[in-house]
């Protein structure tokens, strides 16, 4: 079993950059494609990218794609999510978790984490 704690959102302007963490427990957390989605209010949550277990292959939403970068390093059993260039319509609860099954939709995904509040607002 894998446990996820995600850190690193905030307050921040349009325009400004946040980089999101995901720390995992468990020593199989390397095996695992795994994923970022968020949930705004009033929304169901919803996917935004994805990087496979060897890290060899990403995939993104189209409305995050050239300002969102996710990552992992294995040596640290972490996740990053790198945000660029926010938009007030990123404002979400952001959520990392393990893929458990073939596909990117939300019942694919596992393990997840309480997330971390991105607010993006002038």
């Known amino acids: 079993q894998v446990h996820l704690v995600e850190s690193g959102g905030g307050l921040v302007q349009p325009g400004d950059s946040l980089r999101l963490s995901c720390v995992a427990s468990?020593?199989?957390?390397?095996?695992?494609?795994t994923g970022w989605f968020r949930q705004a209010p009033g929304k169901e949550r919803e996917f935004v990218a994805h990087?496979?277990?060897?890290?060899?292959?990403?995939d993104y939403a189209d409305s995050v794609k050239g300002r969102f970068t996710i990552s992992r390093d294995y040596a640290k059993n972490t996740l990053y999510l790198q945000m660029n260039n926010l938009k007030p319509e990123d404002t979400a609860v952001y959520h990392c978790?393990?893929?458990?099954?073939?596909?990117?939709?939300?019942?694919?995904?596992?393990?997840w984490g309480p997330g971390t509040q991105v607010t993006v607002s002038s």
């Open positions: 978790a393990v893929r458990i099954l073939d596909g990117l939709r939300l019942e694919a995904f596992g393990s």
């Open positions: 468990g020593s199989t957390f390397s095996r695992y494609s």
């Open positions: 990087i496979s277990w060897s890290g060899a292959s990403t």
